[in-house]
């Protein structure tokens, strides 16, 4: 579906478009799981940014302002959706800044532990979720405009700006530390 977007972007009356050669690069080196996991993350923000009026003016061409977002994610049942090693699927995304900083950790309470990922987006990031969308000439309004979902692909039902937003949605106490 990535390939297609970039392919469907590109296309241009005269045929000398090729802003999509620089993401087809990009998108040649990542597996199936960083695939996966980069659309799951951006279409995660997308829906969040959507959601919380006060996102709506973030500007994603400004790194300083996307490093300052974070977007907490249950992990559970995404592991098994990429059948890959979810640290080496990150450390790749992050490697190719296609993510900015992120951390994976576990919430416990009482007998339950939930796993869960923490990590802020990236223009770069953005741009690649935009073309593989055929968006790319929306990218920067990726705050105000519904990108849509990919079949097959199952988004996490909660998510959440902090750890205790999203411990809360999950049914867990409220924590007494900030995240």
């Not at 977007?5 to 090729?18: F, N, Q």
């Not at 994610?73 to 450390?91: F, K, R, S, T």
């Not at 990108?147 to 106490?173: T, V």
Request: no cysteine; aromatic share 10%; net charge negative.
């Amino acid at each position: 579906e990535y390939f297609g977007g970039i392919l469907a972007s590109s296309r241009s009356e005269d045929g000398k478009d090729d802003s999509g050669i620089f993401y087809v690069d990009i998108i040649k080196s990542m597996s199936s799981g960083q695939l996966k996991m980069h659309y799951i993350i951006y279409r995660t923000f997308n829906k969040y940014f959507l959601a919380d009026e006060t996102k709506k003016g973030i500007n994603p061409g400004q790194e300083d302002e996307l490093n300052r977002e974070n977007l907490f994610i249950p992990l559970l049942g995404i592991e098994q959706q990429l059948n890959q090693d979810l640290g080496a699927v990150l450390h790749g995304l992050a490697a190719k800044k296609l993510i900015g900083g992120f951390k994976t950790q576990n919430h416990i309470d009482g007998n339950e532990i939930m796993p869960y990922l923490k990590v802020s987006p990236t223009s770069l990031g953005i741009q690649l979720f935009a073309i593989a969308n055929n968006k790319l000439e929306k990218w920067q309004r990726f705050a105000g405009e519904d990108f849509g979902d990919f079949r097959d692909i199952i988004l996490p039902s909660i998510y959440a700006s902090s750890l205790d937003s999203l411990s809360e949605k999950a049914g867990f106490k409220k924590l007494d530390s900030k995240n």
